[in-house]
């Protein structure tokens, strides 16, 4: 996961509203106030999931042996392609429709 700073790095638009952001809160109390309790809910965000443990991956038994599995998959016979595929478009036959304007 990339952090914040080289986030904003990579993409210098989102860099420029964030100096905005920051350029009105600095100007306003309510702006203010309100990006602190963003930036403090964010903040306590980030620090429970960083605190959650995660879980380990399952073990996944295997079978011992592979080599006794290979030749009963290479014995069924392939199915039968019903058809070939074309590469040739033919336009569908209208009937009755010459007389329409």
Known sequence: ???FVTNLIKRPFQLFMFCMVLYVASQ???VGAFVTA???????HRGVAWSKAIPAAPKVSMPDNLSKLKPEAEE???????????AVVTPIRR????DRS
């Open 1 to 3: 996961m990339e952090s």
């Open 28 to 30: 306003s109390f309510i």
């Open 38 to 44: 963003v930036g403090l809910s964010f903040l306590y």
């Open 76 to 86: 069924m016979p392939e199915p039968e392609r019903q058809y070939e595929r074309s």
């Open 95 to 98: 009937t009755g429709t010459h």
